[in-house]
């Protein structure tokens, strides 16, 4: 059974930057393609990006592209969410996500098979 933990969130002013961690425990993390994936109150979780098993591969929702960038560490069982000139509109839960990884976009909550708990993220104006 795969376990995820995130860690990293917290407080930060607007055009501050976080770095986001997802450590994975279990067999298959090496070979499943990542997904983070992040919740507003009030709102439905919603796709931030992906990365594949190998790293070489990521995708991005338009909203964070060239301000986010995910990164993994195989060797590590470790999953990165760097994100740079934060905005106010960046707050939220910020979950990681995995499964195992076909070549394809995963970009919805049920395409995933196993989360953390979540991290805090709020931008401050």
């Known amino acids: 059974q795969e376990q995820l933990v995130e860690s990293g969130g917290g407080l930060v002013q607007a055009g501050g930057s976080l770095r986001l961690s997802c450590a994975a425990s279990g067999r298959t993390f090496s070979t499943d393609a990542m997904g983070w994936f992040r919740q507003a109150p009030g709102k439905e979780r919603e796709f931030v990006g992906q990365?594949?098993?190998?790293?070489?591969?990521?995708k991005y929702v338009d909203s964070v592209k060239g301000r986010f960038t995910i990164s993994r560490d195989n060797n590590k069982n470790m999953v990165y969410l760097q994100m740079n000139s934060l905005k106010p509109e960046d707050t939220a839960v910020y979950y990681c996500a995995g499964r195992p990884d076909w070549g394809d976009v995963y970009n919805k909550p049920g395409q995933y098979n196993y989360w953390g708990q979540g991290t805090q993220v709020t931008i401050s104006s």
């Open positions: 990365i594949s098993w190998s790293g070489k591969n990521t």
